[in-house]
T-cell receptor, first 110, second 117 residues
């Protein structure tokens, strides 16, 4: 029973363009959503988060959008840079637990 | 500054042997989490410590898995009688968050890659 789903295992985007990473969830009790970025052989690093009472949070090139009625969130990266190539994990929180998606590998093409 | 550290970084063991994985959290972080990531899958929650107590061990896959934490410091994850399906990257994270806190940012270590042959 996957409560957090990232349906695209990989995504390829041209440098300078917008990258859009998607995440769907099933549990309406989730109250906080986070995006983590992971490089090979390293642990995930926190990128950006959003509370369930908001629908948008922006931090520099990164914006997270939350659509509660659709139980969907997305991460927008604009403009995409080569250093953004990594695996991106969506995570949803309820109490102390983080439930993670399977990740989307983002490849930024020069 | 010092982040979360884990040791060993790689461990190859024979099926049936016991292994112990270590995590040193960021100093002052009260919460500590263990996760497992199998190849091609997302992060799977194993156990959470608040201080040295573990309010929820329900994520541990079987009774071969156990974990301890000394105060608000080092934690060890022990897998007894390892099986091939235990092969994964085991990640540790620490956080200032407690059950009633809303700071969910977790800081991860680099992980231990466990291979059971």
């Amino acid at each position: 029973d996957q409560q957090v789903k990232q349906n695209s295992p990989s995504l390829s985007v041209q440098e300078g363009r917008i990258s859009i990473l998607n995440c769907d969830y099933t549990n309406s009790m989730f109250d906080y959503f986070l995006w983590y970025k992971k490089y090979p052989a390293e642990g995930p690093t926190f990128l950006i988060s959003i509370s369930s009472i908001k629908d948008k949070n922006e931090d520099g090139r990164f914006t997270v959008f939350l659509n509660k009625s659709a139980k969907h969130l997305s991460l927008h990266i604009v403009p995409s840079q080569p250093g953004d190539s990594a695996v991106y994990f969506c995570a949803a929180s309820y109490n102390y637990q983080l439930i993670w998606g399977a990740g989307t590998k983002l490849i930024i093409k020069p | 500054g010092a982040g979360v550290s884990q040791s060993p970084s790689n461990k190859v063991t024979e099926k049936g042997k016991d292994v112990e994985l270590r995590c040193d959290p960021i100093s002052g972080h009260t919460a500590l989490y263990w996760y497992r990531q199998r190849l091609g899958q997302g992060l799977e929650f194993l156990i959470y410590f608040q201080g040295n107590s573990a309010p929820d061990k329900s994520g541990l896959p079987s009774d071969r898995f156990s974990a301890e934490r000394t105060g608000e410091s080092v934690s060890t994850l022990t897998i007894q009688r390892t099986q091939q399906e235990d092969s994964a990257v085991y990640l540790c994270a620490s956080s200032l968050a407690g059950i009633d806190a809303y700071n969910y940012e977790q800081y991860f270590g680099p992980g231990t890659r466990l291979t059971v042959t």
